[in-house]
């Protein structure tokens, strides 16, 4: 081994060691990035020459820079975030919709229907008082409006939910292009062999951000790329697969948007909670499966139990009112009109037809009939969901709702700590220590310095050689 072969050892280790620097240079430049994997030079001796009968090393070379990525944080970060993703739109649509049962007030639809019977109560009192006849209907009509109140808001969140199927499925399909476009770029990058970590990373960080909208599944090939699906039974529909992809589509009118998958070889897949067999579960749908559900399922049941209620309310009273008598004698006509909470409206406007007598002999100081509407309120009924009194019913879906919200606030509290968890193990594993970095930065530093020393020697070992032959 001649002085020329030191001097190819001095300039490898230049070369090693610059690209080291360059490294740990990008590594803290993205310290705070998003998705980012750090890296590190993978060095090895170069081969061995035969110097003298002897193996001796050749320098050293880069095998490769790999990034800290394990496989398996990745995969349960990208179901948690599927989770956290359908739990946190669950919770914030039903925070939303809280506080039109919310009864703390004093002024919601419970307290209401109580004044509503209350106003019956004092009427029986005085049958023929002009202020407690007129009471009764201003408590009627307080009632019919806080009925209308709570159905246009609960079909406002509806038709908000509906409209935000647009934007999302948007968002998705964009995020299914980006990931396609990086296989592509990744496969070209490593066939030629070069680099494509950041890439790499970039693709991860968008496969999470894919299944905190939508439930997906994902595997990573051989050639660098990485399909992604959804699971419908025993059928995998692709969204993405190589730089192929599929897309997902809205369709109807508000508030009934439909959405359609199409993967990349064309069959379709529909994503609707009412189907006989649903494409995902509860929690593994994302926010677009949270969204739908409660667009369709959650939000429709609290209504059609106010709409049940408001048609109780109105059918029990009308029957009884009918059989009444007012101040004239007559017969009592229909007191509410309409069959939902929505349509619920008050069908008397002078207090003279109300049908406080229980006989036309009684009237108009007859009380009979206005006492059995006040026991309205604490008679018990046949609703669908079982026998029950007025009160009671509604207290039990103040509760319900109630409860829903807890629960969704609890979840996602825990989604978010177990994710919060999963980050900080990936940041422990993949993360950009700087303290680490700079330590190698000054490794690498000296290293770079010694062999630069030694092509110095090297050539300095090579001008006295030349010295003695002049």
Not at 194 to 202: I, P, S, V, Y
Not at 256 to 282: F, S
Not at 311 to 318: E, I, L, Y
Request: no cysteine; net charge negative; charged share 15%.
């Amino acid at each position: 081994m001649g002085l020329s072969a030191v001097m190819e050892m001095g300039k490898s280790g230049l070369n090693v060691y610059r690209v080291a620097t360059e490294v740990t240079g990008e590594n803290i430049a993205n310290v705070n990035t998003p998705g980012y994997s750090r890296q590190r030079v993978i060095l090895e001796t170069a081969p061995p020459a035969t110097s003298n009968g002897f193996p001796l090393g050749s320098g050293v070379t880069i095998s490769t820079v790999e990034r800290y990525y394990d496989g398996l944080l990745q995969q349960q970060l990208v179901n948690a975030n599927t989770t956290t993703g359908y739990d946190s739109t669950k919770s914030q649509v039903l925070q939303q919709i809280e506080p039109t049962f919310n009864e703390i007030t004093q002024d919601g639809l419970g307290t209401s229907i109580s004044n509503f019977f209350s106003a019956w109560q004092d009427l029986s009192s005085n049958p023929s008082g002009s202020a407690e006849r007129q009471g009764v209907l201003s408590q009627a009509q307080i009632m019919a409006d806080n009925f209308q109140s709570v159905s246009t808001t609960l079909n406002n969140t509806i038709t908000t939910q509906d409209q935000a199927l647009k934007p999302l499925t948007d968002d998705i399909n964009s995020t299914i292009n980006n990931i396609a476009q990086l296989n592509g770029q990744i496969q070209q990058t490593e066939l030629v062999s070069g680099n494509a970590n950041e890439l790499r990373d970039q693709r991860d960080l968008l496969i999470q951000q894919l299944a905190e909208n939508m439930g997906i599944k994902y595997t990573e090939n051989s050639n660098g790329t990485t399909d992604v699906y959804v699971q419908n039974g025993a059928t995998k529909n692709y969204l993405v697969q190589g730089t192929q992809t599929g897309s997902l589509a809205t369709g109807g009118t508000t508030p009934a948007t439909t959405v359609t998958i199409t993967d990349v070889a064309g069959a379709t897949v529909a994503v609707d909670p009412l189907a006989a067999t649903p494409l995902y579960t509860e929690p593994d749908g994302g926010a677009l499966w949270a969204t739908m559900q409660m667009r369709d399922i959650t939000i429709p049941s609290y209504l059609s139990k106010v709409d049940e209620l408001a048609n109780q309310v109105a059918t029990q009273v009308n029957t009884l009112h009918q059989a009444g008598f007012d101040l004239n004698g007559d017969p009592g006509g229909a007191f509410f009109s309409g069959a939902t909470a929505g349509t619920i409206a008050v069908n008397i406007t002078n207090s003279d037809n109300i049908a406080a007598a229980g006989s036309a002999a009684t009237a108009p100081g007859g009380n009979d009939n206005a006492l059995a509407i006040a026991n309205l309120q604490n008679t018990t009924i046949a609703f669908t969901s079982g026998t029950t009194t007025i009160s009671n019913y509604y207290d039990a879906l103040v509760s319900k709702v109630g409860l829903d919200v807890k629960s969704a606030k609890t979840v996602q509290s825990q989604d978010e700590a177990f994710t919060k968890q999963l980050s900080t193990l990936r940041d422990s594993n993949s993360g950009v220590s700087l303290d680490e970095e700079l330590t190698n930065l000054v490794m690498y530093q000296r290293s770079y310095q010694a062999s630069a020393k030694l092509i110095t020697a090297a050539s300095e070992m090579m001008d006295t050689v030349i010295g003695m032959i002049r």
